[in-house]
């Protein structure tokens, strides 16, 4: 993603998201987000997109073999989880004592 300034993203590394869209799209079954990476436009999230790579022999990994790990999936696949309305919800940013917090949409609460 080629652009001028910084995207700002409503997700972030530890939040609670669902599967939107895609092969392992599940609107009811919360996910923790592992990685994100702004600069792709793509989320790291647990158990989601698993792929199998080979991998060679090294000093972490002495056998090596088929190691199974998540890969990216977009950032636009993923929603945020709101656990008071139980579902996924939209968020909005408001100034709080100087910080900017992310508000959920459909609750009011504030994301955790």
Excluded: C, Y
């Excluded at 939040?15 to 790291?44: F, H, N, Y």
């Excluded at 999936?73 to 917090?101: C, F, H, Q, Y």
Aim: hydrophobic share 35%.
């Amino acid at each position: 993603m080629k652009t001028r300034f910084k995207p700002k993203f409503n997700i972030r590394k530890g939040d609670q998201v669902v599967v939107i869209s895609g092969e392992d799209k599940d609107r009811t079954k919360p996910r923790k987000v592992l990685e994100v990476l702004p600069e792709k436009a793509r989320v790291l999230v647990e158990g989601v997109n698993v792929v199998t790579k080979h991998a060679k022999p090294s000093a972490q990994n002495t056998r090596g073999g088929i190691v199974k790990q998540e890969a990216p999936i977009a950032i636009s696949n993923v929603m945020l989880w709101d656990a008071k309305a139980g579902a996924p919800a939209r968020v909005r940013r408001s100034k709080e004592d100087g910080k900017t917090v992310r508000i959920f949409k459909k609750s009011g609460e504030v994301v955790k």
